[in-house]
């Protein structure tokens, strides 16, 4: 069975209202008995909750092109379907005399009504791109038709709508320009363009979209500061830019200005702040990060992402005690976590090698031996310590370590070498 959205699930396009999920649901159910189409009930159950629910439903909704609803409009007089020779052949004498004489504007007005009346047979037969045409021609008559003008900005809407839906997207996106320049405050357009550049990874449009559409949604919460589906969308709308900042790992200040405008929203949002915290430690500020991680350590204690972090923020910070005790507290909260442990590792490995390239050889020995509680048959990190020795000039402990390094890994060419220097020095 093809994957489908809510809305298809539900035969339901964007937009519906409450009642209309409603009595989809009640259709289907009816028709679907759980019993035996399980499978298909699962999903109008699972489409249906979704779309009752403000959050899933801003979910649902942010990458959901809009049906934007709309009609084409005629007088009661240009509403007739006339012979197609004899109206071509009145547009092209009409034509003729108004070209003689264009102030004449009985002329003007018989000629934009014969223009009306072909285009509205154009659009009774589906003749789209004939009848965007004969709106143009009136349109180039009188600039100020609001009719011509309404119905080539909808047939632009509608028909850029049909190829996105197609996967034509650069075509939508062509007409939806188009229609965007004659209605350029129209919110559910401006979103439908921020979707479509996205799809086709035209970057720089669809910020440019995205950041429009944001900004009306937010001066709508301005005015609607309890609607919970609005204040979803904003939220989702963050998090899927603040996301992409991720990704790239290089703009940590994008990360913290997106998530930031989440917690505007839900000061309480988890994902929120440890992603404010990874924008910080990106952006290297690593106070700023620890005071953040601190407080997340206090509302969420037993969270060991959280404590992972802080310990860096605080061993970046210069707090090394403080770091590696706050591993271990995560340690006694979950004695198997793998992340934890490899931060402990990775962190005492890396302090090692620092004071020693700084010829503090006695406290780069405490951190390299406190890696075989965890790594004790591990012959790197005993390499590193008769490394150590050595250069302390204790020949002796550094002869037994570079030993051990062999027995654990015969093929290590540094502990030879080491050996065979140790050998000739005595």
């Known amino acids: 069975m093809p994957v489908k959205n809510a809305y298809e699930t539900l035969n339901l396009r964007k937009g519906a209202t409450e009642d209309e999920i409603k009595k989809a649901y009640v259709e289907l159910v009816k028709k679907y008995d759980p019993e035996m189409h399980t499978e298909r009930f699962m999903m109008i159950q699972k489409a249906y909750d979704q779309l009752r629910d403000p959050r899933k439903r801003a979910q649902e909704d942010l990458f959901t092109f809009n049906n934007i ?9 240009e509403r007739v379907i006339p012979d197609e020779t004899q109206i071509l052949q009145q547009i092209r004498e009409t034509d003729r005399k108004f070209l003689e004489n264009n102030q004449d504007e009985e002329l003007k007005k018989k000629l934009v009504l014969l223009l ?43 028909l850029g709508f049909s190829y996105a839906n197609h996967g034509l997207i650069n075509e939508a996106i062509e007409l939806w320009e188009k229609a965007v320049k004659v209605n350029p405050d129209n919110l559910l357009l401006l979103h439908n363009l921020a979707i479509a550049y996205e799809k086709v ?12 559409t944001l900004r009306r949604w937010k001066l709508m919460l301005e005015r609607e500061s309890d609607n919970e589906y609005l204040k979803s969308l904003i939220v989702e709308i963050h ?25 505007k929203i839900n000061p309480n949002d ?3 702040q440890y992603h404010v915290c990874v924008g910080l430690m990106e952006e290297q500020k690593w106070e700023e990060s620890t005071k953040e991680l601190q407080k997340m350590s206090n509302q969420y204690p037993k969270n060991i ?43 005492h490995l890396a302090l090692g090698k620092k004071l020693r390239d700084g010829g503090l050889l006695t406290p780069a020995l405490v951190h390299f031996k406190a890696l075989l509680k965890y790594l004790p048959q591990n012959a790197e990190v005993h390499l590193e310590i008769g490394k150590t020795y050595m250069l302390k000039g204790e020949l002796r402990s550094a002869f037994k370590e570079f030993k051990t390094v062999l027995e654990l890994d015969p093929k290590n060419m540094a502990a030879r070498k080491a050996l065979s220097e140790i050998k000739m020095r005595r």
Not at 240 to 253: D, P, R, T, V
Not at 305 to 313: D, F
């Open 201 to 212: 990874m035209k970057k720089e449009e669809a910020e440019h979209y995205w950041s429009e």
């Open 69 to 77: 609803k709309g009609e084409f409009h005629y007088t009661p007089d």
């Open 305 to 347: 992402e959280v404590l992972n972090l802080l310990g860096w923020t605080l061993l970046n910070s210069g707090q090394v005690d403080s770091a590696f005790n706050t591993w271990k507290r995560g340690l006694i909260i979950d004695p198997n976590n793998i992340s934890t442990k490899e931060n402990i590792i990775k962190a």
């Open 239 to 263: 998090k899927h830019h603040g996301g992409k900042a991720l990704e790239s790992k290089k703009n940590g200040k994008q990360v913290i200005e997106q998530y930031r405008e989440i917690l």
């Open 270 to 272: 988890f994902e929120a």
């Open 116 to 158: 009306m009346q072909k285009s509205y047979r154009e659009v009774q037969r589906k003749l789209w791109a004939e009848a965007i045409s004969t709106w143009g021609q009136v349109i180039k008559i009188d600039p100020t038709h609001f009719r011509a003008k309404n119905n080539i900005t909808y047939s632009y809407i509608t």
